[in-house]
């Protein structure tokens, strides 16, 4: 691992990419499209699992936002992994992460969407410094898979293989 890799820069802050988790379904965990001499790709929805477990909650109130935040984090580190693993393994492809969803599972009177996606940003950030930051959209959603806190979908241009 190269040490100024965006997997290093993660590793310094204490988070490692985990494992690609198995598709829940009939999907692929990412879609490349060539353009040139990059590649548009789509990260499936990930979900903030843990081994294979999903870290269960809604975002009700303020008190959440520790919470949902650290599932935020958990997130991205598992859409990050599927975007690693569409560049052959190596994330120093990424040209830019251009578009960053979060579907955010919360009551109807939470209105904080945006604080639980920022911690997903930060994220991104400590792996891509030098990037701008992407287009984002924080929604609130009735229900997710496994009752999880956040579901994350990214997309990235990466230099061709």
Not at 96 to 112: D, M, N, S, Y
Not at 138 to 150: E, K, N
């Amino acid at each position: 691992m190269n040490a100024q890799s965006p997997e290093a820069r993660l590793a310094q802050a204490g988070m490692v990419l985990p494992d690609v988790s198995k598709p829940q379904g009939h999907y692929a965990p990412s879609c490349a499209m060539p353009i040139g001499a990059l590649q548009a790709v789509s990260i499936s929805g990930q979900v903030c699992r843990r081994e294979g477990v999903a870290m269960a909650g809604q975002c009700r109130d303020e008190a959440d936002l520790p919470a949902a935040r650290e599932a935020a984090e958990i997130s991205m580190l598992n859409a990050l992994a599927a975007l690693r693993q569409a560049c052959t393994g190596d994330l120093s492809r990424v040209r830019q992460v251009v578009r960053l969803r979060g579907f955010i599972r919360a009551a109807p009177e939470f209105t904080r969407h945006a604080a639980v996606l920022d911690a997903a940003s930060a994220v991104l950030r400590m792996a891509f410094p030098e990037q701008p930051l992407p287009a984002r959209s924080a929604v609130g959603v009735a229900s997710l898979p496994d009752c999880a806190w956040i579901e994350i979908e990214i997309d990235a241009l990466v230099t061709a293989a």
